[in-house]
């Protein structure tokens, strides 16, 4: 029965580990790109004045996590027998698997709006 416990707090680990390292990577590639831009010598406040936040591609992620973990509760509904340590199990593998379904699916649909 602990691993009910561990099973939890792997979920947790990974969340804030996820959060870590993608904010990691933001910052190296924003010190990456203004490095080359003062190379270049333009001025990086004004580059910057033009960038929107992109709220599509946010957007478009939370929804496919929230099908892929929806899609497991609605499974657990025609399934009980299955256990509560492997629903929860299920839930982050499937949430992850539909969030990067779900940027992919932003990066072609950024790519388009630039177009």
Do not use: Q
């Amino acid at each position: 029965m602990t691993y009910h416990l561990l099973f939890k707090a792997l979920a947790w680990l990974g969340f804030f580990a996820a959060i870590t390292v993608s904010w990691v990577f933001y910052i190296k590639a924003r010190n990456k790109e203004r490095m080359a831009m003062i190379e270049k010598g333009v001025d990086a406040p004004d580059a910057f004045k033009e960038a929107k936040f992109p709220w599509l591609k946010i957007g478009i992620v939370i929804i496919g996590i929230c099908m892929g973990v929806a899609l497991v509760v609605l499974s657990f509904m025609f399934l009980p027998d299955l256990g509560s340590d492997f629903l929860l199990v299920l839930m982050v593998l499937s949430g992850l698997f539909f969030g990067g379904i779900a940027m992919i699916i932003a990066h072609f649909l950024s790519r388009k709006e630039k177009k």
